[in-house]
């Protein structure tokens, strides 16, 4: 079955970075856009960022010049680069690979900024 692991999250200070990784297993993981996304507690889960099969990436405006979506399609892997973190950035971060119906989830990681 389809699987993603999302790894990489921690406790960071505020102007602080992290890279998350997520690595994809029973998809063909070259062919499907991928996407990160995060969900802060009491917050609708929301787009962080996207890559296309062809590494095309649009980002939050939230994110914009601070984060950066990268995959290895050697790898299986996506990963997000994120930079000057803010506390606001706090959330779980969740890795999704598909599209239409064919859409899959992994179990998150948690991110916390400190100020």
């Known amino acids: 079955q389809v699987q993603l692991v999302e790894s990489g999250g921690g406790l960071v200070q505020a102007g602080g970075s992290l890279r998350l990784s997520c690595v994809v297993s029973?998809?063909?993981?070259?062919?499907?856009?991928m996407g990160w996304y995060r969900q802060a507690p009491g917050k609708q889960r929301e787009l962080v960022a996207g890559?296309?099969?062809?590494?095309?990436?649009n980002y939050a405006d939230s994110v914009k010049g601070r984060f950066t979506i990268s995959r290895d399609n050697v790898k299986n892997t996506v990963y997000l680069q994120m930079n000057s973190l803010k506390p606001e950035d706090t959330a779980v971060y969740y890795c999704?690979?598909?599209?239409?119906?064919?859409?899959?989830w992994g179990k998150g990681t948690q991110v916390t900024v400190s100020s």
């Open positions: 999704k690979v598909g599209r239409g119906a064919m859409i899959y």
């Open positions: 029973g998809i063909i993981f070259s062919i499907n856009p």
């Open positions: 890559i296309t099969s062809v590494g095309t990436t």
